[in-house]
């Protein structure tokens, strides 16, 4: 009889766990509005504006490779 007591005297706070719990999982699960989801816009703006960067320059004689060894 003592255990049916202690369960109704804690009833109010296993149904409080039990809707946080709820509350937690379904904000956890919930899909991410566009407005809030800001990196998704970020990625597709730098996959279009990729720059591109080109590297010119003559190569070293073996005389030049020699006097920037030395």
Same mark, same amino acid.
């Given at each position: 009889m003592e255990?049916?007591?202690e369960l109704s005297k804690h009833m109010e706070?296993?149904? *409080? /766990? !039990? *809707?946080?719990l709820i /509350?937690?999982?379904? =904000? !956890?699960?919930a899909a991410v509005p566009k407005l809030l989801a800001p990196a998704a816009q970020v !990625?597709?703006?730098k996959a279009s504006t990729t720059?591109?960067?080109v590297v010119k320059a003559k190569r070293l004689t073996a &005389? &030049?490779? !020699? =006097? *920037? /060894? &030395?």
């Open positions: 255990n049916s007591m706070f296993i149904f *409080l /766990g !039990a *809707l946080i /509350g937690v999982s379904a =904000a !956890a699960t !990625a597709s703006v720059p591109i960067v &005389e &030049e490779k !020699a =006097a *920037l /060894g &030395e």
